[in-house]
């Protein structure tokens, strides 16, 4: 018998090689990740061994890596000025998403839904640093005219950017949230009598209710994550906001606005790794939780 | 019967309040789009000429035209792509065709999402750490590339993944019965009835690709280079720092001309998003099942 | 013993689950080279589960764990090697039709192209004609082999299938409920097909239509609720003297 029927033939050992292929290119995500923590943790590692004071750092709203007699590494005013406009911003965005998720998930219908959808889309289109040129060039002289205040860059500013560059992906988590409650609870409702209003409030929002909470989690995680717009929208000097009109310096925006200035290696360098190392943290929890409470929902 | 009929038009009443509340709450998130498009044209189109889009910067940048960044915006995002797409494609059908519901594919599951979520300044430290410094591409545009690869992974995966899905498994089911491989009926089914939503998903990342500043501003993007690139090693301008620069670096720069930049970066991003929502929309209208 | 030669499938103590849920237990048979085999029960007795365990459909499908042994012409199919070489002397017929969204000829040329046996154009040409013509599918879409697959009526797409299992030139020949979605004339021209097939292949019909599996079968199964009740000929299962009384009050149309 020359070949056994059962032989392996070609089409078999090309199957297994893409099979093996597609299982590499498949774990590159975990590679990726693993990769980005363990390089930019290489190139910080400098500073966390020589230079870290951790009361300093987390403690200190003092930022001067550049000072020749002491330089200080202090992140506080940036951690403040972030979650600040990370609050803000959020306030500002999730009452509004939420209501444009309900809109469009429950009140809107075939084509105006679609045109919407669209038109959020394309909200979400605009990139980063569009965003912060409009903050410079368009919000600015907006605030100052319109609250007689010298200057337009700052917490509130940035807060209304980010309010906006975060609704998209919430308004379409939300909505998410919503498609998912099932129509039979929907029907149940109404069977008893309930208006529409009275079906999401009592029914749709509470069991909507950990997708809500996630999307607002990925909101914060944009919050903290986002650079370009707050870089330009922030007025970047150092200093813990107390009024909205406040300028202030967010921790992705003094790597941005640094690292091209430090040596490769230098302590500044460093530090600003050790920066990136923090937001790394950041966001994987928030990310994280948000994942968590999401998948809760889908086994509940 | 009298005083149910006022109730229910009463709830009525309630109803379209309510509708129109949360109307208007969808309808302030839209008016910024509008505004920001209509202030971009009103104030970018003096701007606008062939020679401002097909000539060098001049003084210093305050004048003259972005072909330099225009055309390393797109080198970028064709690399990009070209090491994104495939990697990203071939991740979404490990994941949808052969990945087993285990702790493995759980933590891949979890590193997409997290891909996701790292801020973009953080995927810059990256590429400096990794391609410009570890792997000595330099700063060049190959180390901004794949920096830029990395970061728009995910989109790539999950989109790709949902187009996969979306093939009916009888389809697989009919081909593993006729005896063909698991690959054969990726590559001669799976593939082709899922190409148009992957491509709708590879246009959008285009569009985020050539929006991105941050990713591309310490590894390969330089604020003015005299000459174009030759190849993946020379450094680039690109359009979305380009922007940044006009708008934060350069002094006595005329208000038209970085509004012009912001139209063009606008225009390409709204355009591709436009062709890929194009796309979808007359796939939906032609039914293959 | 009867010499195994005459037999093309061999099932021993065969039990199929999904997860803790129990499909098929203990079923052990055998089917003879070129014949008939019908297999009728209700539905949820395990006939669909069986025919995806002789394909070892359970590969593609995690939660579905097979014990037992199926020997296909004395070799064991879990200790082949190449799992898709075996699949290809199967052809398979499931109850809802499934139209390929490629033309209605790449359908039908599909198996053969991608076993690598497509030959000339010529030959392709003339095995799809001659696949199509055996489903009494030819003389409807003789005009439209460019047209796709899935967008047939579903009658039309389940002889599509028909004409696909057949395009494997498949040894074995496994029908699942494949009236369902065609119409009786059409029924009766495939049953006339089958017929004449057996020359060639074996074949195992799955059906719901006791009196379609009195017409073709040489040996009957009865499975019900995952066990099967009996197996004889044709003839003394459906002339009353079947042994387990569950198998006369179902041919006598007691319950199903």
């Known amino acids: 018998m020359a070949t056994a029927s059962d032989a392996r033939d070609k089409n078999w050992f090309i199957d297994k090689f893409f099979q093996s292929l597609m299982f590499v290119c498949g774990i590159s995500a975990i590679v990726f990740v693993v990769g980005i923590f363990l390089f930019v943790f290489k190139e910080g590692l400098g500073f966390i061994v020589n230079d870290l004071n951790v009361a300093e750092f987390f403690f200190s709203p003092k930022w001067r890596p550049t000072s020749l007699h002491q330089p200080t590494y202090g992140i506080l005013a940036m951690v403040a000025g972030t979650a600040a406009v990370t609050v803000l911003a959020m306030a500002i965005c999730l009452p509004f998403s939420i209501g444009a998720a309900i809109f469009i998930a429950e009140f809107a219908t075939g084509k105006t839904r679609e045109i919407l959808k669209i038109l959020i889309e394309f909200l979400a289109a605009i990139p980063s640093v569009v965003w912060g040129f409009i903050a410079l060039s368009i919000m600015n002289p907006l605030i100052i005219t319109t609250f007689e205040v010298p200057m337009g860059l700052g917490v509130l500013n940035s807060a209304l950017i980010l309010a906006l560059m975060a609704a998209p992906i919430v308004t379409s988590i939300a909505e998410d949230a919503f498609k998912a409650v099932p129509d039979t609870y929907r029907e149940a409702a109404e069977a008893l009598g309930a208006t529409r209003w009275q079906t999401i409030h009592k029914v749709v929002l509470p069991a909507a209710k950990n997708g809500l909470l996630s999307a607002g989690l990925l909101g914060v995680g944009r919050g903290f994550g986002e650079t370009m717009a707050i870089l330009m929208a922030s007025g970047h000097s150092i200093n813990i906001p107390t009024s909205v009109f406040d300028s202030f310096r967010a921790l992705t925006a003094t790597i941005a606005a640094e690292l091209g200035e430090t040596a490769v290696g230098s302590p500044h360098y460093q530090s600003l790794f050790a920066i990136g190392i923090f937001l790394f943290f950041i966001t994987f929890l928030i990310n994280m939780t948000a994942d968590f409470i999401v998948r809760g929902v889908k086994k509940g | ?289 | 013993m009867v010499s195994t030669a005459h037999n093309k499938i061999e099932v021993q103590d065969l039990s199929i689950h999904y997860g803790a849920h129990k499909a098929l237990g203990n079923v052990s048979l055998t089917v003879r080279k070129n014949e008939i085999f019908g297999i009728i029960g209700p539905a949820n007795s395990g006939k669909t589960s069986f025919l995806n365990a002789v394909n070892r459909m359970d590969m593609m499908r995690p939660n579905m764990n097979v014990s037992g042994t199926v020997r296909i012409d004395g070799i064991e199919t879990r200790s082949w090697r190449n799992v898709y070489a075996l699949r290809r002397k199967i052809g398979v017929v499931f109850p809802l039709p499934v139209g390929l969204p490629l033309t209605v000829y790449d359908n039908v040329a599909l198996a053969p192209r991608l076993a690598g046996t497509a030959g000339s154009r010529a030959d392709l040409n003339e095995l799809v004609e001659r696949c199509l013509r055996r489903a009494a599918l030819w003389d409807e879409v003789k005009d439209r082999l460019t047209h796709l697959g899935s967008l047939l009526s579903g009658g039309q797409q389940q002889r599509l299938t028909i004409a696909r299992a057949l395009s494997q030139s498949p040894e074995i020949l496994m029908l699942d409920e494949f009236s369902i979605a065609v119409d009786p004339v059409t029924t009766m021209r495939i049953e006339d097909v089958l017929k004449e097939l057996k020359e060639e292949v074996t074949i195992i019909l799955v059906t719901n239509l006791v009196q379609q599996a009195n017409r073709l079968a040489d040996r009957t199964a009865f499975f019900l609720n995952g066990e099967c009740v009996e197996i004889d000929d044709t003839e003394t299962l459906f002339s009353g003297s079947a042994k387990d009384p569950r198998t006369n009050d179902y041919i006598g149309g007691k319950f199903g």
């Open chain 2, 1 to 289: 019967m009298f005083e149910a009929t006022s109730i229910n038009h009463h709830n009525d009443q309630v109803q379209l309040r309510y509708k129109i509340v949360f109307g208007v709450m969808l309808v302030i998130l839209i008016i910024p789009v509008v505004a920001i498009l209509f202030t971009l044209i009103a104030k970018g189109s003096h701007a606008m000429s062939w020679p401002f889009l097909f000539d060098d910067p001049k003084d210093g940048m305050t004048a003259g035209g972005i072909f330099p960044a225009i055309f390393g915006t797109i080198w970028l995002v064709v690399v990009s792509l070209l090491a994104s797409v495939p990697l990203g494609v071939a991740a979404a059908i490990y994941l949808s065709e052969y990945a087993p519901d285990n702790l493995l594919t759980r933590l891949i599951n979890l590193a997409t999402i997290n891909l996701a979520g790292v801020p973009s300044i953080v995927h810059a430290l990256f590429g400096v750490g990794a391609f410009v410094v570890f792997f000595k591409f330099g700063t060049s545009i190959l180390a901004a590339s794949l920096t830029l690869a990395i970061m728009t992974l995910p989109v790539v995966i999950v989109s790709s993944w949902e187009s996969l899905q979306s093939v009916p498994r009888a389809f697989r089911e009919a081909c593993w019965n006729m005896g063909a491989t698991r690959w054969q009926t990726i590559w001669h089914v799976v593939l082709p009835n899922a190409f148009t939503g992957i491509l709708t998903g590879v246009i959008l990342q285009v569009s985020r690709a050539a929006g991105e500043t941050a990713p591309i501003m310490f590894t390969g993007a330089a604020m003015f280079l005299p000459f174009l690139p030759n190849s993946v090693f020379d450094q680039t301008m690109a359009l979305a720092l380009h922007l940044f620069v006009v708008a934060t670096q350069v002094p006595d720069v005329p208000e038209s001309l970085p509004f012009g930049v912001a139209l063009v970066l606008v225009g390409i991003v709204l355009l591709m998003n436009t062709v890929a929502i194009w796309i979808r929309m007359h796939l939906r209208g032609k039914k293959k099942w």
